[in-house]
């Protein structure tokens, strides 16, 4: 049985101004087909999209078909949603039909897109499922009733988490085994932590510029608990579970380890690292500093980049 990504198009794949079918707006995000050569050699794609513009005369399939030239395997509804047919998503008709043509495992293949019907799709057809808060997502975000198995940023980041590495993943007791290890081979030990509830460009200049600090960087990451203790109880929006799985896809993380605890006090006595990264608003004399110099490491601060965050993500901003 072959994996498939059920892909979105408007939104997802290309920017979506409004019933786009014209080639020469055919946009694409910045990312895509990087993100799409990373699982080429794992997964098939396909495209089911609502293409309501058509039942309502504001373009022809023709159009569409001329639209989608650059696009292959592709399904669309071109049905009014007043017309209540079997095709719209999140109805699962397409998927059926490359359940059976294509002979597809729906329980290992994922349905991606920017609007809750995608989510719905996934969720009837039994694949899993992520949300995208690119496109239309952020806009859509607070009609989301069922959750998916991951909300992501983008495209790329969506791929980072389907592209999972779980042997990364240690418990508090395992890396601080291996850090030990890593000490007697004189490799230099990083550490930083948060909640990486939504991973977005900030994150990554952060986890970027902390590698750059030694030469193994754990990933202290807040568990359910611990982000609804300082977040709040509408957080996390991921999972403790989703969120390690992204980390650990990125090449410049090496081990992520969750902590229950409010701070990573216990989890820093554990693996004594050299270097400690912090946000620059944290400053040098964060909580973090005490247990981090006891054993002779020290604070490295990063400055913000972007102005980016969860917070502002999920509310559109």
Not at 42 to 67: P, V
Not at 197 to 214: A, N, T, V
Not at 239 to 267: C, G, H, Q, W
Request: net charge positive; with cysteine.
């Amino acid at each position: 049985m072959n994996k498939f990504i059920f892909l979105d198009r408007d939104g997802t794949l290309n920017i979506d101004e409004g019933y786009t079918y014209k080639t020469k707006d055919l946009k694409f995000f910045p990312g895509v087909f990087k993100a799409l050569n990373l699982l080429k050699k794992n997964f098939k794609f396909i495209i089911i999209t609502n293409q309501s513009g058509i039942g309502r005369g504001y373009y022809t399939e023709r159009d569409f078909n001329k639209f989608n030239n650059r696009l292959v395997n592709t399904y669309y509804c071109p049905h009014a949603p007043e017309k209540n047919c079997d095709c719209r998503k999140p109805n699962i008709k397409f998927i059926k039909e490359a359940e059976k043509e294509f002979d597809v495992d729906l329980k290992e293949s994922f349905v991606i897109g920017d609007h809750p019907h995608d989510i719905g799709l996934g969720k009837n057809a039994n694949t899993k499922t992520i949300y995208l808060l690119s496109g239309h997502g952020k806009k859509h975000f607070k009609e989301l009733k069922i959750k998916p198995d991951y909300i992501s940023d983008s495209l790329l980041e969506a791929i980072k988490f389907i592209n999972q590495k779980k042997e990364k993943i240690k418990t508090k007791k395992e890396i601080e085994k291996i850090a030990k290890g890593l000490k007697k081979k004189n490799k230099k030990i990083v550490t930083c932590n948060g909640c990486f509830d939504i991973l977005h460009p900030g994150h990554m200049y952060f986890l970027e510029q902390s590698k750059k600090q030694g030469d193994i960087l754990v990933v202290g990451l807040n568990s359910d608990s611990s982000v609804k203790e300082n977040k709040g109880p509408k957080r996390p929006i991921n999972n403790e579970r989703a969120r390690a799985a992204v980390l650990s896809s990125l090449d410049m993380v090496d081990y992520v380890v969750i902590f229950d605890e409010k701070t990573p006090i216990k989890l820093l006595e554990a693996i004594k690292p050299d270097v400690h990264c912090n946000g620059e608003e944290y400053g040098y004399d964060c909580i973090e500093a005490p247990t981090v110099k006891k054993y002779g490491g020290k604070i490295h601060l990063i400055r913000n980049f972007g102005g980016f965050s969860t917070t502002k993500l999920i509310k559109g901003v």
